[in-house]
């Protein structure tokens, strides 16, 4: 299957610091990328969709000046957290879908990267 | 709006028996497609089985199956001969088949299987 890969898997950093994490489609181009935040033992919750070259549309009650989004390439996502504060700590995972392709199986997930703010 | 309502928080089952989660979902749209996934303590989300909304038989892959009732509303998944690895979060999800629409998630189940 697809493969979408997530870094960094894992960050820690002080209140106040931006991270960016990046989502990259291997081995097939994604049109359109997902992001997601799971906090312990809930749900996935969508935060934005991405479409490369646009700017992405974000769910509501999640805000767009502090989850930066870019999809800059068909292989490439980031998501910038800017001054990131403890309540940003989760578990954010992206998820691409293929270029032209149909509904079955087509959204692949990456690992997941767990960023705690001190 | 599409809904996803899973409404075990936890199952608990013994080894070689089989397990049924439920899954109960709300839209609006004719096509759309229901999906099942597994999230082990890893945090991955391991795909294990789809069913479309047009799709007359009940999807089956390898122990999984999926027990589909339209006029209910209901997919849930049936897992068969239980094992140990199968310990994990099960995430019941749908998608509108619209260009764009993202998987949309229920609340999730908790499954321990013990020895």
């Known amino acids: 299957g697809a493969v979408v890969s997530q870094h960094p898997s894992r960050v820690i950093c002080k209140s106040g610091t931006s991270v960016k994490i990046e989502c990259r489609s291997l081995?097939?181009?994604?049109?359109?990328m997902f992001w997601y935040r799971q906090f312990p033992k809930q749900s996935l919750m969508l935060m934005a969709t991405s479409n490369e070259g646009s700017k992405a549309t974000y769910e509501q009650g999640v805000e767009k000046d502090k989850f930066l989004i870019n999809h800059a390439s068909l292989t490439l996502s980031t998501l910038t957290v800017t001054s990131a504060h403890p309540e940003d700590s989760s578990f954010y995972i992206c998820s691409a879908r293929q270029t032209g392709s149909g509904i079955y199986n087509e959204q692949f997930f990456g690992p997941g990267t767990r960023l705690t703010v001190l | 709006a599409q809904k996803i309502t899973q409404t075990q928080p936890g199952m608990f089952v013994q080894e070689k028996e089989a397990v049924t989660l439920d899954c109960t979902y709300d839209t609006s749209d004719q096509s759309y497609g229901l999906f099942w996934y597994k999230q082990p303590s890893s945090g991955e989300m391991i795909f294990l089985i789809y069913q479309g909304s047009y799709d007359e038989q009940n999807a089956t892959e390898g122990r999984y199956s999926l027990n589909f009732q339209k006029a209910r509303k209901s997919a849930n998944l049936v897992i068969s001969a239980s094992q140990l690895g199968d310990s994990a979060m099960y995430f019941c999800a749908m998608r509108e088949i619209q260009a764009g629409t993202a998987l949309i998630f229920g609340k999730g189940t908790t499954l321990s299987v013990s020895s």
């Open positions: 081995d097939f181009q994604a049109t359109t």
